[in-house]
């Protein structure tokens, strides 16, 4: 299997798994110094176990569904859509690995609906 | 030139080119009928001259960096930095491709900065 034919696979796994809340399997996807970012907010977690113990305490029944994935080589996006009760939002999640095929860098975008700016109606519709 | 290639350096070229407001050759990256999508602001944008329009209407002096492409046969994800100003964005891009390596769909994320929600500080440090 090619190096980006196994980021693919991760790249899904890594959704799936932290959907089915699987922590073994989910933690042996990434790499013990795993590092986490959440660039909207300045957070970063550093290590597979705060990683981990992260989501275990992330708040709110939710579950995740894997919506787009490319892998190039040793890097990948995913778009994901997470749902909590009624709410659902997209998240926009790059992964870095290791030439092992480990993540080791994970950054997290959490994209927020924000008004339409005026000015540009003549241009657009809405969905 | 695989499709992968292709389609990378379509994904470069899409940033590099808005960035020059090259409007010619950045169009040329583009079907006829390529959509733009701002999930959003739910904002949807039809036709290529429309979507130039849009790009040349847009306000401020803004300059555009290309920071990562993911490039996987005929899709793609860039993520780009847009600054005006003392101001710096992050945007992230999905894109869609014919089987020729036109530009069919443009997927836009915006992720604006928030605070950080309590009751998780003992697992992240702040960049």
Same mark, same amino acid.
């Given at each position: 299997m090619d190096a980006t034919e196994q980021t693919r696979r991760t790249a899904h796994a890594y959704g799936e798994l932290l959907d089915m809340r699987d922590w073994p399997a989910w933690g042996a996807l990434?790499? $013990?110094d795993v590092v986490y970012e959440l660039p909207q907010t300045r957070e970063r977690i550093r290590g597979k176990q705060a990683l981990i113990q992260f989501n275990v305490e992330y708040p709110g029944d939710w579950q995740l569904t894997v919506r787009r994935v490319v892998a190039d080589s040793r890097e990948a996006a995913l778009w994901v859509t997470f749902d909590v009760g009624d709410d659902s939002h997209d998240a926009l999640v790059w992964l870095e690995l290791t @030439? $092992? @095929?480990?993540?080791s860098k994970i950054t997290d975008f959490w994209p927020e609906p924000y008004d339409a700016p005026a000015g540009r109606e003549h241009l657009t519709d809405r969905s």
């Open positions: 990434l790499s $013990d @030439g $092992d @095929g480990l993540i």
